[in-house]
């Protein structure tokens, strides 16, 4: 997670932003909001939230201890109590405030909002978008991949409002899930990354996707600009649709001709991305060290963006060419192992038909040493409603056609995949997560390059698909193969 400046409320601030309503303790000097109680630190104020699994309100004699200097808590709550905090606000609604507070910094932010959604690539995108803003000014970014309602309303609460640049992702699973964030968060630019399958079964059809992605222009404010991937065979349609809920100007970016950021050439040379690209008439260059062609057309859509927010296009080349990949999303790692290390790529955070196919292309693009293979470690893509057995069984296909010797595959629906792959290939498949962590790393060789790639979804005895990358990690020397 990268480390920033949140934004620091004071007693004005909060008078401000909540009116006459409430008395705000005078001893409230500054301090940031926190709905996440493990992250309080002194001065902080938490405000007691009530989620589906957790209440804030069990937590507050424990920030209090960790130094929170105000605790905004509901008034039920407070006339239950005896003797309660003197550090308490009580309010009729604490999620009503807190999303007044958030409304309050956002109101009040003079800086250019930008907002991020798609299908696959969204978090990667935003990271990136961080690095380029962050070469031409001050820069917030959303962390991890907040993204539901929770995550853009803390996300808001600690906007600083002296920064340049903020950066928000919006995700969702379900339709009408976008709609309400955009609004929340008002952005100046909007992209959509790209539309695949991932929740279709939930929405039904890759159309139904699409509509709820363009609901984010909905939003839009001040240049209301929405920034497409030129190249989706649904572009048109997502054209139509930014125009009609409220773009004033559309730019593209990809390897179609008509695109405004336009993808002339692009091949890996020395285990390195490169590509040509025509942008307003003017020829560029850019290398980045990661060689998926994925991640390429996320890099040209923070172009786009940083392009329509006035950017300098070289300063921001040479930002995302240093640009590393965040844990679970493609990050690569050398673990050692007997006669030379293994590489690992870690894709644990997530998966899809279309995010499966990208990754493993871009393992048949890694170079191999010696006598390296390429092998993948597979868990069950969810959510995909009636394609889900279709969708498994196709990946066979695709490990044929990208050279892939060594395969494991864990879950009820890669079962699918497990049973299409021929015998020639060598395969395993595991129902446990715990056999699965034991088997992989037995068969693993020096100098084996493999990818690991899951549904964050997929749980088993409260483990995940990143399991095996510790499990790898861990594994005992003197017990290493190759």
Request: charged share 20%; glycine share 8%; proline share 5%.
């Amino acid at each position: 997670m990268t480390m920033q400046t949140l934004a620091v409320w004071t007693h004005d601030d909060l008078h401000k932003a909540l009116g006459e309503t409430y008395v705000i303790p005078r001893s409230t000097l500054a301090g940031r909001l926190q709905f996440d109680s493990r992250c309080v630190q002194s001065g902080d104020i938490f405000i007691a939230l009530k989620g589906p699994n957790k209440d804030g309100h069990d937590f507050i004699s424990d920030v209090l201890q960790q130094g929170a200097g105000l605790v905004i808590v509901s008034e039920n709550w407070y006339h239950q109590q005896t003797s309660p905090p003197i550090e308490c606000l009580p309010v009729k609604d604490t999620f009503a405030t807190y999303e007044t507070l958030a409304n309050y910094a956002r109101r009040n932010f003079s800086g250019t909002v930008i907002a991020v959604t798609g299908t696959y690539g969204k978090t990667t995108t935003k990271e990136m978008l961080r690095r380029a803003c962050q070469s031409h000014g001050p820069t917030y970014a959303v962390e991890r991949s907040y993204n539901n309602v929770w995550g853009v309303i803390s996300s808001l609460g600690h906007l600083p409002q002296q920064n340049q640049f903020g950066i928000f992702e919006l995700g969702m699973n379900h339709r009408g899930e976008i709609l309400p964030l955009t609004k929340r968060v008002r952005p100046h630019v909007a992209l959509i990354t790209n539309i695949g399958d991932m929740h279709i079964g939930n929405l039904g059809s890759r159309l139904t996707i699409a509509e709820e992605k363009s609901d984010i222009f909905f939003g839009l404010e001040g240049p209301a600009i929405a920034i497409l991937n030129r190249d989706c065979p649904l572009f048109e349609m997502l054209k139509a649709a930014a125009l009609e809920k409220g773009a004033q100007k559309i730019l593209s970016f990809g390897q179609h001709q008509d695109s405004d950021i336009h993808l002339v050439k692009t091949d890996v040379q020395d285990g390195k991305r490169q590509a040509c690209l025509r942008i307003d008439g003017h020829p560029y260059t850019m290398t980045l060290t990661l060689i998926g062609e994925h991640i390429l057309h996320n890099a040209l859509g923070v172009l786009a963006v940083l392009w329509a927010c006035g950017g300098d296009i070289p300063c921001t080349i040479k930002a995302l060419e240093t640009f590393l990949p965040v844990e679970g999303r493609g990050e690569k790692i050398d673990i050692p192992w007997r006669n030379g290390p293994i590489t690992v790529f870690d894709e644990t955070y997530n998966a899809g038909p279309a995010s499966m196919l990208w990754a493993i292309k871009t393992l048949a693009q890694v170079p191999l040493k010696g006598s390296g293979r390429r092998a993948v470690v597979l868990g069950d893509m969810l959510e995909l409603g009636a394609m889900d057995i279709h969708a498994h069984q196709d990946l066979s296909k695709v490990l044929l056609e990208n050279g892939i010797s060594l395969v494991f595959t864990y879950g009820p629906l890669m079962k699918h995949l497990y049973d299409a792959l021929p015998n020639t290939v060598e395969k395993y498949h595991m129902e446990s997560l715990d056999h699965l962590c034991e088997q992989v790393p037995l068969h693993l060789l020096s100098h084996d390059v493999v990818l690991v790639k899951g549904s964050k979804g997929q749980r088993d005895y409260q483990g995940k698909m990143y399991k095996v990358i510790e499990a790898l990690k861990h594994y005992q020397p003197q017990k290493r193969a190759g």
